[in-house]
């Protein structure tokens, strides 16, 4: 018996785009909304394969995947491509470089934005959009108020020369330790405390283990969703303009989710009454930016001393 369904000439493109956190995180939420808006605007010209949880590969071995073909798509926190020798990518880390979320788009939407995904192409590698975790809260099992109060405090960072840098500043040790661990480590006492967006604090129940936070805002966590650059620029172009589409709505509805889901964080963490949470006072901040500015100065060297007087100037931090 003939099918009634004609013949596709073609198989559909498949894409592979791996990530290493949930599905219901903002990132995991945002890859799937790319998944269906590629495949409506490709008319179903390609497949994307949304692989979470590390299912594929861990943080380490993705960058590599990518870079040899293994995957199409990527989305890695920002810190990632200072190991891949673009150190530029890390004045993202930089404490109070970004005075609000506004200040922060000034700076992925604008010239120096698109500069930095640049630099990412002799490495093998296309830059397609940055997608928000959020901005910083700092905890430990004591108020963290002033400066002075971190001295000697076992801090938890993430692989970052600058965040090491900033935990220094303060008179705290960083310890450097796999995301994975760290609920653990506060729980036992390994590290006392730590730094995160409130959804990531809240969805790994750090807030039960931590008496404390205050509601600093003085480091942003963002991500660059990038591909294959042979797999991309092979594309027709007409595919790639649907793909292009689907990313910008898809990093539209990514960056929105964050923001609500970081302010409902912190409210049930507020909520269940675990840990107090201390917002600074105008003073309190003031001495917060002063012992960490410098740390801006410090970095020069490694991240470009053009690129963070730019970054400051943009963000306004500079007149």
Known sequence: MLSSQPARADQPIVIKFSHVVAPDTPKGKGADRFRELA???TDGAVKVEVYPNSQLYKDKEELEALQLG????????????GPLGVREFEVFDLPFIFPDKAALRKVTDGPIGKELLAKLEPKG?????YWDNGFKVMSANRPLKTPDDFLGLKMRIQSSKVLEAEMKALGAVPQVMAFSEVYQALQTGVVDGTENPPSN???QKMHEVQKHATVSNHGYLGYAVIANKAFWEGLKPEIREGLEK??????????SIAQQENDDSLAAMKAAGKTTFHEFTPKEKEAWIKALLPVHEEMASRIGADLIARTQKETGLVP
């Open 70 to 81: 293994a995957v199409q798509m990527l989305a890695p926190s920002l810190a990632k491509f």
């Open 246 to 255: 689907a990313m910008a709505e898809a990093t539209e509805y990514a960056n």
């Open 201 to 203: 604090m809240y969805t």
């Open 39 to 41: 495949e409506k605007y």
């Open 125 to 129: 590698i296309v830059g397609l959009a």
